[in-house]
């Protein structure tokens, strides 16, 4: 491979990356979902205890859309349930067993490890933990996560850093970038004029908006993590993940909600069979892509080994 050719690989891989779009399903039914970086690992968790994670992790830019739960179930995806909403609006009439499905399926249809050990028995879904050799370890012993998920439910902390965690001033109030309460809207994209936004407080609003229009971003480029609808998280609320039926945690509040639920105190929970008429749904997160200082050292790599060619030539 000529160093040239080293440098375009490169720079395709980078520019990959920055997009952070996967894509899902079958032709005619694909999809992808966007993901932003989580860096800072190993910081400090708030004065809650949440938000500490020890690792760099992906988070979806959006709440996971009723459009990507009808293809993937088009491309084979079983036992789902179909929401209240469609198209680009938030998949919200989801049992935390429904999200986890999905995101077993975003892994199995792509080639790789299921997250979650669930079974169906044709009416119901249910989950054994996973043993210790096969959990997911870093950051403490979790029982829920298989040790070689790649993607997966965020936890608590996951999802608590991404909407709240600023490394230069530690945990803001709200998922905005911002520590005042947010502006409530109906919907909207995050604009100069619109960046303090969510949506919530509308009461006389029938539907959430659309998850990429779902208000103003937080400080890592999520949106709606306060406000459209509540998100399930993986973690169990005594945040154990040690027992399949214990409440779950959901967090951000909802299009109806008053301006309390979006804060970083809010904290609810449900049992994980519960399906809301749509007002909880989710988002997902995976394992960081390489990074650009990796993709520099393969960059390296292949240009010593041009040189070494060239120079037994």
């Known amino acids: 491979m000529s160093f040239v050719a080293v440098l375009f690989a490169a720079f395709t891989l980078m520019t990959q990356m920055s997009a952070q779009a996967d894509t899902f399903g079958t032709s ?25 994670v020890t690792y760099e992790y992906r988070i979806g830019t959006y709440e996971i859309p009723q459009g990507a739960i009808d293809k993937a179930t088009a491309s084979g995806m079983a036992n789902v349930a179909a929401g209240p909403w469609t ?15 999905f995101v077993n399926w ?26 210790p050799s096969f959990a997911w370890s870093p950051g403490g012993q979790n029982l829920f996560r298989h040790k070689d998920a790649y993607y997966f439910l965020p936890s608590e902390n996951e999802w608590y850093k991404a909407a709240y965690y600023v490394p230069s001033a530690g945990y803001l109030n709200y998922p905005t970038d911002f520590d005042g309460i947010p502006i409530p809207m109906r919907s909207g994209t995050p604009s100069l004029s619109q960046r303090y936004t969510a949506v919530y407080d ?22 709606g993590q306060g406000g459209n609808v509540w998100e399930w998280v993986e ?32 904290r ?3 049992t994980p069979a519960f399906e809301s008429f749509g007002i909880i749904g989710f988002r997902v997160a995976s394992v960081p892509e390489p990074s650009t200082y990796a993709l520099l050292l393969m960059v390296g790599a292949g240009w010593l080994l041009w040189k070494r060619r060239k120079a037994n030539l």
Do not use: C, K
């Not at 005619?28 to 500490?52: C, L, M, P, S």
């Not at 198209?87 to 499905?101: H, I, L």
């Not at 945040?239 to 959901?250: H, I, L, M, Q, Y």
């Open 28 to 52: 005619g039914n694909e999809f992808t979902i966007d993901f932003v970086d989580i860096g800072n690992a190993g910081n400090a968790a708030d004065t809650t205890t949440y938000g500490a």
């Open 87 to 101: 198209g680009n609006r938030p998949a919200a009439d989801v049992s935390w067993y429904e999200a986890a499905a």
């Open 106 to 131: 975003m892994n199995t249809s792509t080639g790789r490890q299921a997250a979650y050990d669930l079974s169906w028995n044709g009416s119901a879904w249910s989950m054994t933990p996973w043993t």
């Open 202 to 223: 509308q009461v006389d609003q029938n539907s959430p908006a659309e998850v990429s229009a779902a208000g103003g971003l937080s400080m890592h480029g999520t949106m």
């Open 235 to 266: 973690t169990a609320f005594d945040g154990t993940n040690n027992s399949p039926d214990e409440d779950r945690v959901f967090r951000g509040g909802n299009w109806t909600s008053d301006a309390l639920s979006l804060h970083r105190s809010s």
């Open 268 to 270: 609810s929970s449900t």
